[in-house]
């Protein structure tokens, strides 16, 4: 058991991996960006980055993502369920992470701080994006040329200039577009 938390596991290995969320120890690093890792499944996770991999396929379109959690998130959108609701206003969605950031629209909370220039934010993934800004740092690479960006949804849209792949089709006619 963690002595921190209470953290509970049968397993001694896996109490060891836990207790590096305590003492912030992340001794698997990316050669390619110096990205660091708790654990060495992150560290092969966040190598999907670099190469552009995306295993996970959704099989009723042409979603794919770096992990399954991600495909899992995406597959609620074909059913259309959103279980998950504001009291304040009604808004609706699939994730309860969703929720809990839109439920800060209503208190108007932006806990997260650049300390280089101010800008806050309600949502940690939203700071990590804008700290590319003062580091200059672009993980995401292109695995066919040099290109590389900041911005994951960027090297998306740039990969559809090597396939060719056009995923907007037009309702009233035959066009289809690579963007939206």
Do not use: W
């Amino acid at each position: 058991m963690c002595e921190e938390c209470g953290y509970r596991t049968a397993r001694e290995s896996h109490l060891s991996i836990h207790m590096k969320s305590h003492t912030g120890e992340k001794p698997f690093m990316c050669e390619e960006c110096g990205y660091r890792a708790a654990k060495k499944s992150h560290l092969s996770r966040h190598m999907r980055t670099h190469t552009g991999e995306k295993p996970y396929k959704c099989d009723q379109c042409d979603y794919s993502a770096v992990e399954k959690a991600s495909l899992d998130n995406h597959r609620v959108k074909h059913t259309g369920e959103k279980p998950y609701m504001c009291g304040e206003c009604g808004y609706r969605t699939a994730r309860r992470s969703h929720l809990s950031d839109h439920m800060k629209s209503h208190t108007g909370e932006k806990p997260f701080v650049c300390e280089e220039c101010g800008y806050r934010t309600a949502k940690m993934s939203h700071l990590s994006q804008h700290m590319r800004i003062h580091t200059g740092e672009k993980p995401y690479k292109c695995g066919s040329c040099d290109y590389r960006t900041a911005h994951r949804s960027a090297l998306t849209q740039h990969m559809k200039t090597h396939t060719g792949a056009k995923s907007y089709n037009c309702d009233q006619c035959d066009y289809s577009a690579s963007e939206k």
